[in-house]
């Protein structure tokens, strides 16, 4: 007999984070993540003061909100790669264009949302191939609200990656070099070093 499934679990359960405020050093070089430096201090015990010691972390930033210089406020808990683990809260002092000319950085019911979508279209994607799990977690968010989408519109996405995936990976193909092509180059190569050297003997005798 299965388990009766709580309406008031939540889908997607909210991470116990910290927040900090740090300035932007680099931006615009990575999609939707910048990277951003907090100030802090490290005692040494030889000299017995404190001596600068700051820490950078790269940001999660889903709207490319932020650029350069500005002052920002991050929270932990929202890991959504290898090695973006924060993600940006508030803008606190915007450097260069002011914040009404920027996309507005989501809020945390908005990051909410988002992640509560992601979690439904891939407990969809599970629920196909027969995950128990995932098929309670959709009968709950049904019950509490949420919109159920179809496999179809599931799998989109899926199929937008493999499809940039798969072309990432034929251009890589056509741009790399030929090995018959290498060898003609590292050829022509000897033999003009071959012809050059010749040239020089010649110089040295006459």
Do not use: C, Y
Not at 7 to 17: C, D, G, Q
Not at 39 to 58: C, I, M, V
Not at 60 to 89: C, M, W, Y
Not at 143 to 164: F, T, Y
Request: charge should be positive; aromatic fraction near 2%; proline fraction near 6%.
């Amino acid at each position: 007999m299965a388990a009766p499934v709580s309406t008031k679990a939540p889908i997607v359960r909210k991470l116990i984070s910290s927040t900090k405020v740090g300035v932007v050093v680099s931006a615009g070089k990575m999609d939707r993540a910048v990277k951003v430096r907090i100030a802090g201090q490290e005692w040494n015990k030889k000299f017995r003061k404190h001596f600068p010691s700051p820490q950078t972390h790269l940001v999660a930033d889903p709207q490319n909100s932020l650029v350069e210089g500005d002052v920002v406020r991050i929270a932990s808990g929202f890991r959504t790669s290898k090695s973006i683990r924060h993600v940006v809260t508030a803008i606190v002092a915007p450097f260069g264009a002011p914040v009404e000319e920027r996309p507005p950085v989501p809020t945390d019911e908005q990051r909410m949302d988002g992640l509560i979508k992601k979690r439904i279209l891939k407990d969809v994607r599970s629920a196909a191939r027969g995950r128990r799990t995932s098929e309670q977690r959709l009968i709950q968010a049904r019950k509490q609200g949420h919109e159920i989408p179809s496999l179809e519109e599931a799998m989109a996405n899926v199929k937008v990656a493999e499809e940039e995936e798969k072309a990432r990976k034929e251009s890589g193909k056509s741009g790399a070099p030929v090995v018959g092509n290498v060898k003609q180059e590292v050829k022509k190569a000897l033999e003009a070093g071959r012809k050059l050297k010749e040239a020089r003997m010649q110089t040295h005798t006459s």
